[in-house]
Nanobody
Framework: QVQLVESGGGLVQPGGSLRLSCAVS????????VSWFRQAPGKEREGVSC????????LYADSVKGRFTIARDNAKNTVYLQMNNLKPEDTAVYYC????????????WGQGTQVTVSS
């Protein structure tokens, strides 16, 4: 059974940093892309960042470029999202996501972790 579990969220002041983790079990992550999404209250879920499975190329939404860094540790089956210079508009529930092949392709989501940026 494939599971994604996010952790690392919390309350931080503007300008602060947090590192989110997405730990995956039930499948080896090595060649799968993993993405981070977020959803703020009253808004649609939006893509934040993605890391490719084949070569580890990162992609970022314009709103987080230069502030967020995505990385993967295949040995730990974990993907990280380092978030620096956080802004109040980064406040949201953050989800990790992966499309995994297990006899067919299926989309898997974690339960989410809350990030609140406030003074």
């Amino acid at each position: 059974q494939v599971q994604l579990v996010e952790s690392g969220g919390g309350l931080v002041q503007p300008g602060g940093s947090l590192r989110l983790s997405c730990a995956v079990s039930g499948v080896k992550l090595d060649y799968y892309a993993v993405s981070w999404f977020r959803q703020a209250p009253g808004k649609e879920r939006e893509g934040v960042s993605c890391i490719r499975g084949d070569d580890g190329t990162p992609l970022y939404a314009d709103s987080v470029k230069g502030r967020f860094t995505i990385a993967r540790d295949n040995a730990k089956n974990t993907v990280y999202l380092q978030m620096n210079n956080l802004k109040p508009e980064d406040t949201a529930v953050y989800y990790c996501n992966a499309e995994i092949y297990r006899s067919s392709w299926s989309m898997y989501w974690g339960q989410g972790t809350q990030v609140t940026v406030s003074s």
